[in-house]
């Protein structure tokens, strides 16, 4: 069986991301990826994780006291717009696009918002990295989100930047897919 969208996109992020590096969970939710993330980078590395819902964060928090790995990851009540803190040389940031599981789905990430933060992710990584997008689009708003997150990555140059698409083509209600921009200059 292929992986599932969840799995491939571990799999991309576990092939590139290296003990000690810095990498963004832009996404946090209830912390799975913040986590998985938080295990690569190691002792020594350092995740930034963003949400814009106190849930999110607590959940989070929760999480990763469970596994030891709270000094991991340093995490920001804050929109992943506004992602301008001084770092660069991040290895990896990862989007999971739609709304907090369980939780209220009208507070899901918005194209505006999510398409300034993926600019100014591609700015902060660095050569070799990877920004690694799941998006949910069966949702209200999910939809224009999915276009004009599909029109931009389109527009990006290449060779400098490749982009990566995965996706199972034939269930019938929106499933959702990846798509993983390298940056390789
Ligand atoms: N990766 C998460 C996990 O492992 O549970 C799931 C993420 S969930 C699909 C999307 C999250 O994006 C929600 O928790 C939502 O609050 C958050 N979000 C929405 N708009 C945001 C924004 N502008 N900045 C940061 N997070 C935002």
């Known amino acids: 069986m292929f992986p599932r969208i969840t799995q491939y996109a571990h799999q991309l992020l576990q092939s ?19 986590l998985f993330l938080a295990q690569l980078v190691g002792e020594v590395g350092k995740v930034y994780a963003f949400d814009i819902q106190t849930q999110a964060l607590h959940n989070t928090n929760e999480l990763l006291e469970t596994y030891n790995l709270r000094h991991r990851v340093e995490l920001f009540q804050q929109s992943h717009d506004r ?3 001084p770092l660069s040389s991040i290895a990896a940031v990862v989007f999971n696009l ?42 209200e708003q999910g939809q224009l989100e999915k276009e004009a997150v599909e029109k931009y990555v389109e ?15 034939n269930p019938k209600n929106n499933p959702p897919f990846i798509l993983a921009i390298e940056r390789r200059k």
């Open 16 to 34: 590139r991301i290296k003990v000690g590096d810095w990498v963004i969970d832009a996404t946090m939710g209830n912390g799975h990826d913040t």
């Open 83 to 85: 992602l301008h803190f």
């Open 98 to 139: 739609g709304y907090l599981p369980g939780s209220d789905k009208t507070i899901a990430t918005m194209p505006e918002t999510t398409l300034k933060a993926i600019e100014n992710s591609l700015e902060l990584l660095k050569v070799g990295g990877l920004v690694v997008l799941t998006i949910y689009w069966g949702h």
């Open 155 to 169: 527009g990006l140059s290449y060779p400098e930047y490749m982009v990566l698409r995965y996706q199972y083509v």
